[in-house]
Nanobody
Framework: VQLQASGGGLVQPGGSLRLSCAASGLTKEHYHIGWFRQGPGKEREGVSCISTSPRDAYTYYADSVQGRFTISKDNEKNTVYLQMNSLKPEDTAVYYC????????????????????WGQGTQVTVSS
C-alpha cells in the first residue's frame, strides 16, 4: 500500500493550495481517506476525511478548517484532494493523508488510531 501526498508549498495568507493523495495497492471500497496535519510544536490533528460511498460521499471537517477546506475524490484516479482556501498562518503544518478501514461507506472520522496506512507528508507554509 502506498499513499503519495503532494501539492504543498509556500503561500501567502489568504492564498490557496490543493493537496493530492494518490493511493495504490488498496481496495478503495474498503478504505476511506483522511487528512491530518502537524504544526510546529503541536500534536497531529485530524483535518478532514471522505467516506467510501461512490456518490454523495460523507465528509468531515475540523472546526478550524470548516468553510475554507474542501475534500473530494476521483475514484477513477484513486486520488483524494484537499482544496485549501483562505489559508492562515496557523494552517502551517506537515499534512499527511492516511487510509482507514471503512466499516461503513457512509461515514468516516478523524480518529488517528483508526487509520492504518500513512503517506509521507507534504509541507504547507503560510507566511507573508
Amino acid at each position: 500500500v502506498q499513499l503519495q501526498a503532494s501539492g504543498g508549498g509556500l503561500v501567502q495568507p489568504g492564498g490557496s493550495l490543493r493537496l493530492s493523495c494518490a493511493a495504490s495497492g488498496l481496495t478503495k471500497e474498503h478504505y476511506h481517506i483522511g487528512w491530518f496535519r502537524q504544526g510546529p510544536g503541536k500534536e497531529r490533528e485530524g483535518v478532514s476525511c471522505i467516506s467510501t460511498s461512490p456518490r454523495d460521499a460523507y465528509t468531515y471537517y475540523a472546526d478550524s478548517v470548516q468553510g475554507r477546506f474542501t475534500i473530494s475524490k476521483d475514484n477513477e484516479k484513486n486520488t483524494v484532494y484537499l482544496q485549501m482556501n483562505s489559508l492562515k498562518p496557523e494552517d502551517t503544518a506537515v499534512y499527511y493523508c492516511a487510509a482507514g478501514v471503512a466499516y461503513d461507506e457512509n461515514t468516516c472520522g478523524a480518529v488517528e488510531y483508526s487509520y492504518v496506512y500513512w503517506g509521507q507528508g507534504t509541507q504547507v507554509t503560510v507566511s507573508s
